[in-house]
């Protein structure tokens, strides 16, 4: 899929503006973030490989927090995905639900997608997604 460069440019500018924890993973690489819109939902693919603790239940509110403001996208409208690449080369999807309250991220469930039906639609809109 085409890079969408003025998107590409702005999540740069973030990341230089911010000392996100979120920001400083994907210059290191432990992180490649993508999106894909749909029917006015932003899919939100957080790649990586293997456990990250960014992703651990002591962080995750904020993690998602930062991924919301880095991208610019509305905590209503987005869906935190990881994407993780285990050692033989398959993706396994984990979905990040939460609730939005006064402007914070609550109550994150993470629910690895595990129906084949999903998780067919989370590697074709992951397929679709372009690199932020």
């Not at 911010?18 to 992180?31: C, I, K, L, T």
């Not at 991220?105 to 067919?120: E, F, G, L, W």
Request: proline residues 3%; negative net charge.
């Amino acid at each position: 899929m085409a890079l969408n460069r003025p998107l590409q440019q702005s999540v740069i500018q973030l990341h230089k503006a911010h000392s996100f924890d979120v920001a400083e993973a994907v210059q290191r690489g432990e992180f490649v973030l993508s999106l894909s819109t749909m029917l006015g939902c932003d899919y939100i693919f957080v790649s990586h490989k293997g456990m990250h603790e960014l992703l651990g239940r002591k962080r995750i509110e904020t993690t998602i927090r930062e991924l919301l403001d880095i991208l610019e996208t509305s905590p209503h409208q987005s869906l935190v995905v990881s994407a993780d690449e285990t050692s033989n080369g398959e993706l396994v999807f984990t979905r990040y639900d939460y609730k939005w309250v006064q402007r914070q991220v609550t109550d994150v469930v993470p629910t690895r997608v595990t129906h084949p039906d999903q998780a067919d639609f989370m590697q074709m809109m992951f397929d679709c997604s372009s690199t932020c």
